[in-house]
């Protein structure tokens, strides 16, 4: 098995590289011939990344969650997962190489340095936490694609502002769509992340008697739910629209990654297994 799991591991750059390809040849060129297949490239990659996940948790006995290279290819997955589920609800096809080619940057690197730990804490190997990181990486990814979604806004706007029509302009969606495919990702990103914290409360207890409600990645994870929590029920009752809520999306989005960098390297926390 671990031959198919390293042979896999090399290859998925490769994937992506081409699906990317696809998707960016397909926004360079309004009458591409890959535009009604594009799709078809980025579920193969997904089912063999899928395949790959399943196969490394076997070998390995555990979830790829036990270091940060591991988490790279989930979140690769996670963040291609995401579009396309986004892409079939919208069937708006024209912003995949923007949300790709994030995928292929977390695949290479995870590639490129991730390790086999077959010898591991064993809270590790526990399902619930695997299931809880899953949950909420992909809810990281659907913020993730709602910010991106916002500078992608803000890039036509300016365009608009400055009647500066360019291969912005032409080939992407207008503001409208923009925004609604911004608050889209942001309210999948928003689920997943409810669910992750359920799954938290309920497991935390358990796994850690002694654990604080002061952790740095507790508060930093409820701070960054709470924004888009507010930013959803905002739009949802049309307070909030355009740029207002655009602006929301990227500011939760930074609060994520500024969270996330001190909870991980500035700030001990019990969600530091490795």
């Excluded at 390995?60 to 079939?88: C, D, K, Q, R």
């Excluded at 609800?89 to 077959?118: A, H, M």
């Excluded at 409810?194 to 952790?215: R, T, V």
Aim: one cysteine or more.
């Amino acid at each position: 098995m671990k031959e198919y799991v390293d042979i896999i591991n090399i290859l998925l750059p490769v994937f992506y590289f081409i699906t990317f390809g696809v998707y960016a040849y397909d926004f360079m060129t309004e009458k591409s011939k890959l535009s009604d297949v594009k799709r078809l490239f980025l579920f193969l990659n997904l089912l063999i990344h899928a395949g790959y996940l399943v196969l490394r948790s076997l070998y390995l006995g555990h979830f790829p969650i036990t270091n940060v290279f591991e988490i790279f290819t989930v979140l690769a997955f996670s963040t291609a997962f995401s579009y396309f589920v986004l892409e079939l609800l919208t069937d708006v096809r024209g912003t995949g190489p923007f949300i790709i080619i994030i995928s292929l940057f977390f695949q290479i690197i995870s590639t490129l340095y991730i390790k086999d730990n077959p010898e591991v804490k064993e809270v590790l190997r526990n399902n619930l936490l695997g299931t809880h990181v899953f949950t909420a990486l992909l809810g990281y990814s659907g913020i993730t694609i709602s910010a991106i979604y916002g500078c992608l806004y803000l890039m036509l706007y300016k365009e608009i502002k400055q009647n500066t029509f360019g291969l912005i302009f032409n080939r992407l969606p207008n503001l409208e769509i923009l925004e609604q495919l911004s608050f889209y990702s942001a309210v999948i990103g928003f689920v997943l992340l409810s669910f992750a914290i359920a799954i938290g409360i309920i497991w935390l207890p358990k796994a850690f008697p002694s654990f604080s409600y002061g952790d740095p990645k507790l508060i930093g994870t409820s701070i960054v739910w709470l924004l888009y929590g507010i930013g959803i029920t905002s739009k949802i009752l049309g307070k909030w629209r355009g740029k207002k809520i655009i602006t929301l999306s990227i500011v939760g989005f930074l609060v994520a990654i500024f969270s996330t960098m001190v909870s991980n390297f500035l700030a001990k926390s019990f969600h530091s297994f490795y």
